[in-house]
Each structure stands twice: as structure tokens, then as C-alpha cells.
């Protein structure tokens, strides 16, 4: 089994920065893209940052220039720097792995959320 455990979230008043991390562990043979995603009261859960083994990343258009995606392969460990917080940024963060297990298919994982709170 793979597990992803997450750390960093908490409140921060608006222009605001917080640090998100996300680590991997279990059996691992090898693992893909990782990301972050976040979801809002009564809204849809949405990508906010992927990153591929190789270091290429995605955004979405509401982050990009004030959030950055990094991964550390070697600690099987994916971070969400966030810059400028705005109240709308407000979101359970959930981690996203592409994973494939030494016993197990490749699939997806997720992490079990963190709270971000940006408000004065």
C-alpha cells in the first residue's frame, strides 16, 4: 500500500505565505506525476499545481506567479510554496500521486487534505 501524508496547511491573514508538503511512503516502485489539488465549500474539487518526475509543471491560471510546485524524488516528497495568499484561496489541499506499487497496478493516491484559512 502507499500512503501520502500531508503537512503546512493552517490560517494566514491575506498576502500571506504558507508551505505545503506532501509525503509519500509504502511500497513504491515508482512514482509518476504528483500535485496539488484543492476544493471550496460547495465547489468542485480543482488542480491547483502538477509537477512530472522530470520536473515539468502545470498551474492553474488563478496561482500562477504567486504559487510554486517542487518535488524532492530522492524523499518521494512533493512541496506547494504559496505566496500573495487571497481569501479565495480558502480550500481543503489535497496531494495527488500517480504511483506504481511493487505488488500494486499503477493508480492513483490521495492524501487526506489539509485546511488553508486566509483570512484578516
Known amino acids: 500500500q502507499v500512503q501520502l501524508v500531508e503537512s503546512g496547511g493552517g490560517l494566514v491573514q491575506p498576502g500571506g505565505s504558507l508551505r505545503l508538503s506532501c509525503a509519500a511512503s509504502?511500497?513504491?516502485?515508482?512514482?509518476?506525476?504528483m500535485g496539488w489539488y484543492r476544493q471550496a465549500p460547495g465547489k468542485q474539487r480543482e488542480l491547483v499545481a502538477a509537477?512530472?518526475?522530470?520536473?515539468?509543471?502545470n498551474y492553474a491560471d488563478a496561482v500562477k506567479g504567486r504559487f510554486t510546485i517542487s518535488r524532492d524524488n530522492a524523499k518521494n516528497t512533493v512541496y506547494l510554496q504559496m505566496n500573495s495568499l487571497k481569501p479565495e484561496d480558502t480550500a481543503v489541499y489535497y496531494c495527488n500521486a500517480d504511483v506504481t506499487g511493487w505488488s500494486t497496478t499503477r493508480r492513483d493516491y490521495w492524501g487526506q487534505g489539509t485546511q488553508v484559512t486566509v483570512s484578516s
Open positions: 509537477i512530472t518526475s522530470g520536473g515539468s509543471t
Open positions: 509504502g511500497s513504491i516502485f515508482s512514482i509518476y506525476a
